[in-house]
């Protein structure tokens, strides 16, 4: 037995009762390894079918945590407060040329997750509200949401203000972050993402789930005392994993919380897929050349499966709405399913009760045409 049947039957394991995708999964997964498990030696393979097990344990157990819990034990620091006359999400100027380059640079993001809004450089009012609504109900007043903005000088000034971050980590890993800002600007090159040594979102992609994403980073990090320990080790392969998994937790179950089921829809579309990037991202090393086979050998099954889920928040939207709907059918008429009675085959007592039925049905029927109803004894 190969190594990809061995992670197939794993996978069953993991599953229980095994979904409609996971065949196509498995049999995705042997083909587009089978060339490159070989060149791995025997030591890297268990370490290489982990990260394939742990691609799928998060979408086999679904994301939405229940209840949702709404950010309360927040560590911050009053130097990042907002000046009186400071905007809390700052909105960059529209230019043609650099937005269009950006757009063309973002092209494999777009194809990678299969949404043509990844990248795009053109955020919508809706998705701008969505973060501003996740930020005032988290109680996250203090980050900064820059929406296909660059302003190199501002996030040199919020490094320095952010003392919620030690020095040492803001003056070393944190200076690395604000150079990559200055030098690599995501107005260009693109890429969301939250910076948690200057405490800043930056989007340039008009997906809400992707934004709330973000947000959940940055709701992370601001339950965290040693903030700047925390980002650096969750910067380092593998253990990334953590902090983008509980982001993307936060995002699907904020989402349920606030009953927005289409969000919630294409969240599961999204940030499945983005997720299965950071396996592959962890994976990448451990094969050499075999980059672009590991890419897509995580990214599709985190379509299918991402996907997947997408239906059953679909689905369960269909029934609750049936449900709803049968309810208020049964409460607008209080004798709808009341059985016909043929009032001449009943005993005498049964015979009043009737017309005394029959008499309320009638004045319901006409009450009912002016929006009062009569009550019932």
Not at 63 to 69: L, N, R
Not at 88 to 106: A, E, S, Y
């Amino acid at each position: 037995m190969n190594c990809c049947q061995n992670l197939s039957l794993s996978l069953s394991g993991i599953f229980g009762k095994q979904p409609v995708y996971l065949p196509l999964i498995s049999q995705f997964l042997h083909g587009c390894f089978a060339m490159s498990l070989p060149c791995v030696t025997l030591t890297q393979r268990p370490v290489l079918l982990a990260l394939l097990a742990l691609l799928l344990c998060p979408f086999a157990v679904g994301c939405a945590s229940t209840p949702y819990q709404y950010q309360t034990n927040l560590i911050t620091h009053p130097d990042l407060d907002f000046e009186e006359d400071e905007p809390q999400i700052v909105r960059g100027k529209p230019r043609r040329f650099v937005d269009g380059v950006g757009w063309v640079v973002g092209i494999p993001g777009k194809i990678l997750l299969w949404n043509r809004r990844v990248d795009n450089h053109d955020i919508s009012p809706e998705t701008e509200a969505a973060i501003a609504a996740y930020l005032e109900k988290n109680g996250l007043d203090q980050v900064k949401v820059r929406v296909n903005e660059y302003d190199p000088l501002g996030e040199w000034k919020r490094l320095r203000k952010n003392k919620a971050v030690g020095w040492g980590w803001r003056y070393t890993a944190g200076t690395l972050t604000a150079l990559h800002y200055t030098l690599l600007p995501g107005r260009i090159i693109g890429g969301d993402n939250y910076n948690p040594f200057t405490n800043t979102i930056n989007l340039y992609s008009d997906l809400p789930a992707v934004a709330l994403h973000e947000g959940g980073h940055a709701k992370d990090f601001g339950s965290r005392k040693w903030k700047g320990t925390y980002a650096v080790a969750g910067a380092l392969p593998v253990v990334s994993l953590w902090p983008e998994a509980i982001a993307t937790n936060d995002a699907i179950g904020y989402l349920r919380a606030e009953e927005d089921f289409e969000d919630e829809q294409e969240a599961y579309r999204v940030l499945y897929p983005a997720y299965a990037t950071y396996i592959a991202g962890a994976a990448s090393p451990l094969l050499p050349y075999g980059d672009f086979l590991i890419q897509a050998g995580a990214v599709i099954p985190g379509h299918l499966v991402g996907r997947w889920k997408a239906n059953e928040v679909k689905q369960e939207q269909i029934a609750r709405h049936s449900q709803s709907g049968i309810q208020q059918v049964s409460a607008a008429d209080p004798f709808l399913n009341l059985p016909e009675t043929n009032a001449t085959d009943q005993s005498p007592v049964q015979q009043t009760h009737y017309q005394e039925i029959q008499a309320e049905r009638d004045a319901f029927e006409v009450f009912q045409t002016v929006g009062e109803m009569p009550d019932r004894h």
